[in-house]
């Protein structure tokens, strides 16, 4: 079963077997390290979840998918920024 992730990349047009691999691939020879959204989140900023979370909600809405774990990921980062900012 596919994840709204690859569910959302494959109605895209982006087969998501590949995406997963190029990015495993990318990570794999990183080493230990943390997201900038970790890194912004820990230093107080705001965290830039447009880009990440947000247009990937848009887009699905837009395909007709429903995807409610990032709907409340979007809600709840939202909510923590109202009350930090």
């Known amino acids: 079963m596919l994840s ?3 569910m959302l990349a494959f109605l895209s047009g982006i087969e998501p077997p590949y995406v997963q691999k ?4 990318l990570s794999d020879n990183m080493g230990a390290y943390k997201t900038s959204s970790t890194i912004d ?5 705001p965290l830039e979840i447009h880009n990440l979370i947000t247009k990937p909600v848009e887009r699905a ?4 998918m429903p995807v409610p774990h990032l709907e409340t990921l ?4 939202e909510s923590v920024q109202r009350l930090r900012y």
Do not use: Y
Request: neutral net charge; charged residues 30%.
């Open 4 to 6: 709204a992730q690859e």
């Open 74 to 77: 979007v809600t709840q980062i």
């Open 61 to 64: 809405r837009l395909l007709g």
């Open 22 to 25: 190029k990015m495993m691939d």
């Open 41 to 45: 989140f820990v230093e107080g900023r």
